[in-house]
């Protein structure tokens, strides 16, 4: 596989935990980037944590290095019509779930993500490892 990944929060969660199989997926991809989103979750996670202030430092330095994409009008509009076709369907899946979805799909990304709700999303691809 070769190409840009946008990494889901559980993606992340396992490259800070030295997933060999996900860090296998990373190396095999050219470009990763990070949905503003993902990084709130992180923090969220970071801040009710036992280690909060070593866990918001590491979210610090990973997020330094790695392109951050914003939400913007053109995201709305995927998620609008995303989150339509999934409640039509009766298969709802989490909101920032479908802030992420919708960053994906706009920039034709493949996400990495081990949710296999993700596979409901018309448009986007999804890479689990």
């Known amino acids: 596989m070769s190409g840009s990944l946008l990494l889901d929060t559980n993606a992340v969660i396992a490259i800070f935990a030295n997933d060999r199989a996900a860090l296998d997926l990373l190396r095999a991809n050219d470009e990763c980037l990070l949905p503003s989103t993902v990084l709130g979750e992180l923090y969220f ?5 036992a280690k909060s202030i070593e866990n918001r430092k590491r979210i610090d330095r990973f997020s330094s290095s790695i392109a951050v ?7 709305a509009a995927h998620y609008g019509r995303i989150k339509n076709e999934l409640k039509v ?6 909101e920032n779930d479908i802030w992420i979805a919708s960053i994906a799909v706009q920039y034709n990304l493949t996400l990495m993500s081990n949710d296999r709700h993700f596979d409901n999303v018309r448009g986007l691809t999804r890479a689990a490892w």
């Open 45 to 49: 996670g970071a801040a009710h944590s």
């Open 69 to 75: 994409l914003p939400s913007d009008a053109v995201t």
């Open 89 to 94: 369907a009766g298969s709802p899946i989490p």
